[in-house]
């Protein structure tokens, strides 16, 4: 995959994050098809200002909000958060259950 089509599938992939729910870096990456590329995630979210993407509604994988904290995007990610009816608590964010992959799903845990 090229870099432009791996932007266009993460991109899509945070935009499907539905409205009062998160996703971690990796958990995008995973669902853009690219698994175990969360930074790459991470770059393109810090270089684009898409007004309608929900950038905010992605965080660190143990649910903490990735600006320090106190910091303009600290703030208004942790607003934008609870405006959607996420509970954030001290910068953190209680991340859903890890997604099963296919096999976990057919055949159960490891």
Request: with cysteine; proline share 6%.
């Amino acid at each position: 995959m090229d870099a432009k089509s791996a932007e266009q599938c993460i991109l899509a992939a945070i935009r499907a994050i539905p409205h009062g729910q998160v996703a971690g870096y990796g958990q995008v990456a995973r669902r853009a098809g690219l698994p175990g590329r969360a930074r790459l995630v991470a770059r393109i979210l810090s270089t684009h200002e898409i007004p309608d993407l929900p950038w905010h509604r992605v965080l660190r994988s143990d649910g903490r909000i990735a600006f320090p904290e106190g910091s303009r995007g600290f703030r208004e990610q942790s607003q934008r958060l609870r405006a959607e009816g996420v509970r954030v608590e001290r910068g953190r964010v209680r991340m859903p259950a890890a997604e099963r992959t296919l096999d976990e799903a057919i055949w159960g845990p490891g």
